[in-house]
């Protein structure tokens, strides 16, 4: 027996008990396990029969379904995997070079769509000439930042008799509840238009509040709707530079604002995170924007026109991604997005791993069904053109929300480390060497500064695709979990530098302390690293293989690098 071959002996052990043509009967168990010891510490009982059959008789079966059934099945999946990563890799170098180009020429929202400041009076003075503004503010147990959104929100630059904050109260708990509504009263108390909306029940969780303070009459009076979650604190100038747009622009429904975050150096957590986002909105969104007129609301720090909402039908509840859903609904009657790249609002990032977890796996599986909702929709819709609904579909939703995730975990987790143990597995190098190498440096072209994070970032990510997969079949496929909505977790990080607070510790049980699926998924990685180690074959991945192992066994424990030497 080659050595090379010794790592498929367990599942030939599976195969002796589902095959009881090819062994000649039931193989014992414990007989099976001491044959199976004896392979490894060459004794000579791993020569003897186990139930009638020899070793060499085993070894003989085992390579004929490893060669004709689990190589060629495995093979499949590799060049199916392949053509998903062309795909992926194409996208990837479209969104790069339409944002390099965006950024070369200097290319600006108002050089497509008209803004100039708003004629009238005196914001502080009250003018007609503005339009009636509606600030929303859901929220749901915010103990920690409703004092930040709610002060933002209400130091906003407009005439006083032409704004409504309207804080959405979803909280269970009376305490914060009646916290939230001491700070709405002193605020009214100095003058500001301020309405404190409660519902019964959850029912759509923040769809559900955004739809009932709509149906408000004082919300009915209002042209645009400006949205912030509880984390987030607009500058004063939000609303002066955003909705002119809409004045001059009568096709123009949303103008999204970019995130900055106030603990993005709390921990290499936070590090890793930004660059993720900042390639969301320095790439995707602003390719979205300077070429289509369309992208996903990010559920937050926009403002929408509320005709626009209407006529898309409001807000829904069918999905987890209630943003992403109005956003189709709104591009398919018509109706044009702009994406403002230098107005920035303030916000918090998960300070936590499991926070981060809860946050992708929600936008993942609500990213993916909703493909499966309004992929019909996109294609009958008869207001968007046909190279508008090709983008929907293929690049906005096949591409980024299925076969992004999906392909990442299954080539790089799953079947690159079992190829180890398949020497009859082909794997093309341009699939596993040069287009992750493209990806990577796509990456890092607009994160210049960030380039000593790459790696980690590299090695972070490759343990998220294990959740974001799991998200998108979930969603895809409407599977447990599909619909959960859990809210992320703030802390209140309204400070500078370092100098960011860590959630009150309790007590855990150890399910909570530590992630099960990232240390059994770390125990495969070591594993099959161990074993291209010490039988190298054709190929060695056991470096790799290795950090990704410690990657996942960090992770598994919640070690998220809040040492000052990683920060």
């Known amino acids: ?71 060629p099945a495995l093979q499949v999946a590799v060049w199916a995997c392949m053509v998903m990563s062309v795909m992926l890799v194409v996208e990837a170098l479209y969104n790069c070079v339409v944002s390099l180009g965006v950024k070369a020429v200097g290319w600006r929202p108002e050089w497509r769509f008209k803004w100039e400041p708003l004629a009238g009076d005196d914001e502080e003075k009250g003018g007609a000439h503005y339009p009636m503004v509606l600030v929303q503010i859901p929220m749901y147990n915010e103990l ?19 704004i409504i904050v309207q804080v959405l109260d979803d909280s269970t708990d009376p305490f914060i509840k009646n916290l939230v509504e001491l700070e709405c009263e002193s605020w009214a108390v100095k003058g500001l238009n301020i309405k404190y909306a409660t519902r019964s029940s959850r029912k759509g969780f923040k769809a559900g509040a955004l739809k009932k303070g709509m149906e408000c009459d004082y919300a009915k009076q209002c042209e645009y709707v400006a949205i912030f979650d509880a984390d987030f604190q607009p ?25 900055s975050f106030v603990n993005d150096t709390a921990s290499l957590l936070t590090r890793v995170q930004k ?59 018509g109706w044009k997005f702009v994406y403002v790249g230098d107005i920035r609002v303030k916000s918090e990032l998960p300070s936590t791993y499991k926070a981060y977890c809860r946050q992708q796996f929600r936008w993942s599986c609500g990213g993916a069904h909703l493909f499966r909702k309004v992929a019909k929709d996109i294609l009958t819709a008869k207001d968007v053109s046909l190279i508008k609904k090709f983008h929907m579909l293929y690049s ?52 210049p500064k960030n380039l000593h994070i790459l790696p980690f970032w590299i090695l972070f990510e490759s343990v998220m695709t294990m959740h974001r997969m799991r998200a998108a079949l979930s969603g895809l496929f409407e599977l447990s979990e599909f619909n959960e909505w859990v809210v992320t977790k703030k802390t209140g990080n309204n ?18 302390r530590v992630n099960f699926r990232e240390i059994v998924f770390s125990a495969f990685l070591f594993f099959c690293a161990s074993y291209n180690l010490v039988f190298p074959g054709k190929t060695s991945y056991y470096f790799n293989l290795y950090l990704q192992g410690l990657a996942f066994v960090c992770l598994g424990l919640n070690f998220t690098g809040t040492c000052s030497c990683c920060q």
Request: net charge neutral; charged share 20%.
């Open 1 to 71: 027996m080659e050595a090379a071959e010794i790592g498929g002996a367990l599942l030939a052990i599976i195969a002796l008990f589902l095959s009881p043509l090819a062994v000649g009967g039931r193989v014992d168990f414990q007989e099976a396990i001491s044959w199976f010891i004896g392979v490894f510490d060459g004794s000579s009982s791993s020569s003897s029969a186990a139930g009638g059959v020899s070793l060499a008789e085993v070894y003989e079966l085992w390579v004929r379904v490893r060669g004709r059934v689990i190589a």
């Open 144 to 162: 920690e930042v409703y004092k930040l959104s709610i002060g933002a929100a209400c130091e906003l630059q407009w005439p006083k008799d032409r």
């Open 235 to 259: 500058e004063p100038d939000f609303l002066l530079r955003t909705v002119p747009f809409f004045v001059h622009n009568p096709e123009v429904a949303l103008v999204q604002a970019r995130w």
């Open 275 to 333: 660059m993720f986002f900042d390639y969301h909105f320095k790439v995707e969104q602003e390719a979205g924007s300077a070429t289509f007129s369309f992208f996903s609301f990010n559920g937050t720090a926009g403002v929408w026109r509320t005709a626009a909402i209407k006529e898309a039908g409001g807000w829904k509840d069918r999905t987890t991604v209630e943003d992403m859903d109005l956003a189709v609904r709104a591009t398919l009657k």
């Open 396 to 447: 906005f939703f096949l591409v980024r929300r299925v076969m992004a995730p999906t392909v990442a975990c299954i080539l790089y987790n799953i079947i690159l480390p079992i190829s180890v143990m398949i020497p009859e597995l082909f794997l093309p190098v341009w699939g596993i060497a040069y287009i992750p190498t493209v990806l990577l440096v796509v990456t890092a072209i607009r994160h």
């Open 495 to 512: 400070f500078e530098d370092n100098e960011v607070p860590l959630l009150q510790k309790t007590r855990k049980r150890l399910r909570d």
